[in-house]
């Protein structure tokens, strides 16, 4: 599917590959475009390249037809903001949610991980108001929430986290056989000082 004019006046499209013309040597084609509403991911991508959906205010649908993505870049999908729905699910070679990759996706409200991610970076779902829950109980592997991870999502009340993630901000003396926090500060929108306010919020897996 490739309903195309050119640059900015595509509503709909099918990525093939990371070489794909509209990617292609940083590009960034699809980047600020009002038209743009849907797109497929094909098998062959492996990346999403910074900045590839910036501010595609009308991007409603995103559809990853294959497993191989290996590396989102920053703002991928930065102020997307009728975006409501991310499956990423499929993505077992992704380890890291790019930095500020859904920024100000004002209308998200579902996101689906991959089990094994390891990193959720620096401001990657910072002001999506609409997400009202996160449920991370089943990556086992997330071992870093990142600084303002979640500032902001205005609608968030439950949080479920898995028991590599560890609140205690701080050591309380250098005997101290606890390891510091792995969630950066400010990343659901608390500062260390208020972790018991996060605590109130939080479901910790079980398993």
């Known amino acids: ?5 050119s640059g900015t006046q595509i509503s709909s499209t099918e990525i093939i590959n990371s070489n794909s ?4 040597d940083g590009a960034n084609r699809f980047q600020n475009s009002e038209n743009l509403e849907a797109v497929i991911v094909g098998p062959e991508v492996t990346e999403i390249p910074s900045m590839a959906f910036s501010r595609c205010v009308n991007l409603k649908t995103v559809v990853f037809k294959g497993n191989n993505i290996e590396f989102t870049g920053e703002r991928a999908f930065e102020a997307c903001k009728n975006l409501n729905r991310i499956d990423l699910g499929n993505q077992l070679k992704l380890n890291e949610i790019g930095v500020t990759l859904f920024s100000a996706c004002l209308s998200l409200q579902e996101v689906i991980l991959p089990i094994n991610l390891k990193k959720i970076n620096d401001g990657a779902f910072s002001y ?4 009202n829950n996160i449920n991370l109980s089943g990556l086992k592997e997330l071992d870093r929430i990142g600084e303002q991870a979640f500032v ?6 439950n949080i479920t986290l898995p028991k590599k993630i560890r609140l205690n901000p701080t050591k ?3 005997n101290d056989s606890t390891p510091p926090s792995n ?3 400010e990343a659901f929108g608390l500062t260390f000082s ?3 306010t996060l605590e109130g919020m ?3 897996a079980v398993t």
């Open 1 to 5: 599917m490739n309903q195309t004019t």
């Open 128 to 131: 999506c108001v609409a997400l």
């Open 152 to 157: 902001d999502c205005l609608s968030l009340n």
């Open 172 to 174: 309380d003396s250098l």
């Open 183 to 185: 969630i950066g500060n």
């Open 21 to 24: 013309e509209f990617f292609k």
């Open 194 to 196: 208020e972790f018991d």
């Open 202 to 204: 939080i479901n910790e």
